[in-house]
């Protein structure tokens, strides 16, 4: 069974341009969630995803967004980066209600 | 405070010893507690799940909850070099009909041979 995949699993970007990060979940896995991990907060939770509809959001600016396709794909695009965006995001999915999550590789973006 | 505490470490302890790693929570509306391990360079994968209080043993990995003073355990026993790793606790409560999960920072372990 194919785990989470994630892509690309590393970026490097200049400040002030967008980016867009892509995740495949587990096959059958209709929510997906998007995570932002940096060594001085830990994993902080951006959105989640189920059956193409946002159903949760954390704290982030405007700036941070997504999507999810019927095949329950998803992409998280973020503008106008910022050097504090630097960080590893990470995907994760599960079934509805199910027992945690399974988390991709992540994406490794250096904002500089 | 933030909803879930964790001491960060790095905790390092000789091959064979136990390990015990622990976390505070405030929201006594959790009610789903996970722990999972994340080694450098790749994304956290599920160790062991656990729903309100009690004890679950897996192997060598025994998951404690204390519901009444929101104190969640994970302990290790004989513990290898390859168990070195980050370890974050997790937990969930329903909101909706679905779960929001909240993670604490994380503990770093070193098993030296």
């Known amino acids: 069974k194919a785990g989470v995949t994630q892509t690309p699993r590393y970026l490097i970007k200049t400040r002030g341009q967008q980016v867009t990060l892509s995740c495949s979940p587990i096959s059958g896995h209709r929510s997906v969630s998007w995570y932002q991990q940096t060594p001085g907060q830990g994993l902080q939770f951006l959105f989640e995803y189920f059956s193409e509809t946002q159903r949760n959001k954390g704290n982030f600016p405007g700036r941070f967004s997504g999507r999810q396709f019927s095949n329950s794909r998803s992409e998280m695009n973020v503008s106008t980066l910022e050097l504090g965006d630097s960080a590893l995001y990470l995907c994760?999915?599960?079934?509805?209600?199910?027992?945690?999550?399974?988390f991709g590789s992540g994406t490794r973006l250096t904002v500089v | 405070q933030k909803e879930v505490e964790q001491d960060p470490g790095p905790l390092s302890v000789p091959e064979g010893a136990i390990v015990s790693l622990n976390c505070t929570y405030s929201n006594s509306a959790f009610q789903y507690f996970m722990w999972y391990r994340q080694y450098s360079r790749k994304g956290p994968e599920l160790l062991m799940y656990?729903?309100?209080?009690g004890n679950k043993e897996d192997g060598r990995f025994t998951a404690q909850v204390d519901k009444s003073s929101k104190y969640i355990s994970l302990f290790i026993r004989d513990s290898q070099p390859s168990d070195s790793a980050t370890y974050l606790c997790a937990m969930s409560a329903d909101s909706g009909g679905y779960q929001k999960v909240t993670f604490g920072t994380g503990t770093k372990l070193q098993v030296i041979p």
């Open positions: 994760a999915s599960s079934s509805d209600r199910g027992r945690g999550y399974t």
């Open positions: 656990t729903y309100s209080s």
